[in-house]
């Protein structure tokens, strides 16, 4: 089992900037498609971005697509979510989700416990 | 991009009660739909994927069903930690992953 913190959220003005982290224990990390999945206050789940075991593919919602980066790094089992140019409509809790290699991309097997954001002036 | 719609928004039933979930997608989706549930504070639980397989530690009475553009998620007996909100997940045509907007599973 993968056990996935995230860490770096919290309030910003927009237009700001913010770098989420997600620490993954185990070594298999590097095995695992990881995603950003996140959730405006009272409403539903949003796919934000997956990255490939390898980092080589990268995808992204439209409404983060040239203001949001995903990154990884396998050898420190890290996953990180550059986000620029953020807007209130970006707030919420965002959550780092890994899927088993096993099962293929979009099937969210473990979840963090997710990091609050909050775009406000 | 695949809508996904659920239905009903809320159901309220008893402990001991049968629940049948909808989930219809706009286009289909074969059977890569997937199932989690969601309690206050948490973050969701992987329940049900491809439709009908189970993740790993879900009890038997959650039952998935369904392909094409119509799903079911199944309780057959509710027990107490079951209300939550349930949300249905499509792999089938992406980026972008969409999810349903949920139904509330509720005490009567």
């Known amino acids: 089992e993968v056990q996935l913190v995230e860490s770096g959220g919290g309030l910003v003005q927009p237009g700001g900037s913010l770098r989420l982290s997600c620490a993954a224990s185990g070594s298999i990390f590097g095995t695992h498609t990881m995603n950003w999945v996140r959730q405006a206050p009272g409403k539903g789940l949003e796919w934000v971005s997956s990255i490939s075991s390898g980092g080589t593919h990268i995808y992204y919602t439209d409404s983060v697509e040239g203001r949001f980066a995903i990154s990884r790094d396998n050898a420190r089992n890290s996953l990180i979510l550059q986000m620029n140019s953020l807007r209130a409509e970006d707030s919420g809790i965002y959550y780092c989700v890994s899927c088993e290699p096993t099962n293929g991309p979009g099937v969210f097997h473990f979840w963090g416990q997710g990091t609050k954001v909050t775009v406000s002036s | 991009e695949t809508v996904l719609t659920q239905s009903p928004a809320t159901l309220s039933l008893s402990p001991g009660d049968r629940a049948t979930l909808s989930c219809r997608a706009s286009q289909s989706v074969s059977n890569y739909l997937a199932w989690y549930q969601q309690k206050p504070g948490q973050a969701p639980r992987l329940l049900i994927f491809?439709?009908?397989n189970r993740a790993p530690g879900i009890p038997a009475r959650f039952i998935g069903g369904g392909s094409g553009t119509d799903f079911t998620l199944t309780i057959s007996s509710l027990e107490p930690e079951d209300f939550a909100v349930y949300y249905c997940?499509?792999?089938?045509?992406?980026?972008?992953?969409?999810f349903g907007p949920g139904t509330k599973v509720d005490m009567k």
């Open positions: 491809d439709a009908s």
């Open positions: 997940q499509q792999r089938s045509s992406w980026p972008p992953f969409t």
